[in-house]
Nanobody, 122 residues
């Protein structure tokens, strides 16, 4: 079984910073892209940032120059450094990864973490 486990969410004041982590574990053959999505109450889930296995990144316009995505391929972990947080960044943040599991290495499958809440409020 493959699992994604997130950590690092919490309550922060506007202008503050948080760092999210997501570790993939289990019977993994390889990991392609990893990313972070978020979903605020009453809104659809949206892409925040994404990083390929080669390190190419893309960001939502709303977080460019404030958030930075990175990954440690040796540890199957992706990070999201969030700076200059705003109240509109409040949402549940979900880790996402495109993984080839050991038992089925010929295809990639999408996996999701359970989500971690980020609340930006004074």
């Amino acid at each position: 079984q493959v699992q994604l486990v997130e950590s690092g969410g919490g309550l922060v004041q506007p202008g503050g910073s948080l760092r999210l982590s997501c570790a993939a574990s289990g019977s993994i053959f390889s990991i392609n892209a990893m990313g972070w999505y978020r979903q605020a109450p009453g809104k659809e889930r949206e892409l925040v940032a994404r990083i390929t296995s080669g390190g190419s990144t893309n960001y939502a316009d709303s977080v460019k120059d404030r958030f930075t995505i990175s990954r440690d391929n040796a540890k199957n972990t992706v990070f999201l450094q969030m700076n200059s947080l705003k109240p509109e960044d409040t949402a549940a943040y979900y880790c996402n990864a495109l993984i080839r599991p050991q038992m089925r290495p010929l295809a990639f499958y999408t996996y999701w973490g359970q989500g971690t809440q980020v609340t930006v409020s004074s």
